[in-house]
């Protein structure tokens, strides 16, 4: 499983921030929710993006990485969740996590109705497991 870090740039779209985090399975729930809380502590504002987001380094070595040609290949019959915080002090007090679904146009788009909004942060194990829940609503 692949914990994809994500940061916004001073313009344009949000961009690829490093190479991802691993995990074996979202099986551990703590395991899982920590993974995700050290994305979210990694992820920053104001970051200088490539001109063309398919030039990315960072996607070009993730891509090479993952053993796949092009993003299309990457995410195919991939799950994906959103999760979106913004705080300063750690940890956060609320969190979004919204399912995704692959769209025919080659990326991912939320699944609004299944959105959780300004969850509140309990512990990293509580996380994990709404995070859990999400994957079982995202669809390829």
């Known amino acids: 499983m692949f914990i994809e870090v994500y940061s916004q740039p001073h313009d ?3 961009t ?10 979202a099986e551990d729930a703590k395991a899982l929710g920590q993974a995700v809380l050290d994305a979210l502590e ?12 398919r030039n990315n380094p960072m996607l070009k ?8 040609r092009n993003w299309a290949s990457y995410a195919k019959g991939s799950k994906s969740v959103g999760v979106f915080s913004r705080y300063s002090v ?34 990293v194990e509580e996380l994990g497991a709404l995070l859990q829940d999400a994957m079982k ?3 390829t």
């Open 137 to 139: 609503l995202a669809r």
């Open 90 to 123: 750690a940890p956060p007090a609320t969190i979004n996590i919204t399912p995704e679904k692959w769209d025919s146009d080659g990326g991912f788009s939320p699944i609004m109705e299944e959105r959780q909004v300004e969850v509140p942060f309990v512990g």
């Open 12 to 14: 344009g779209p949000e």
């Open 61 to 68: 070595k993730l891509l090479t990485w993952a053993g796949v």
């Open 16 to 25: 690829l921030d490093g190479l991802p985090i691993v995990l074996q399975s």
């Open 42 to 53: 990694r992820s920053t504002f104001e970051v200088i993006s490539a001109p063309d987001p």
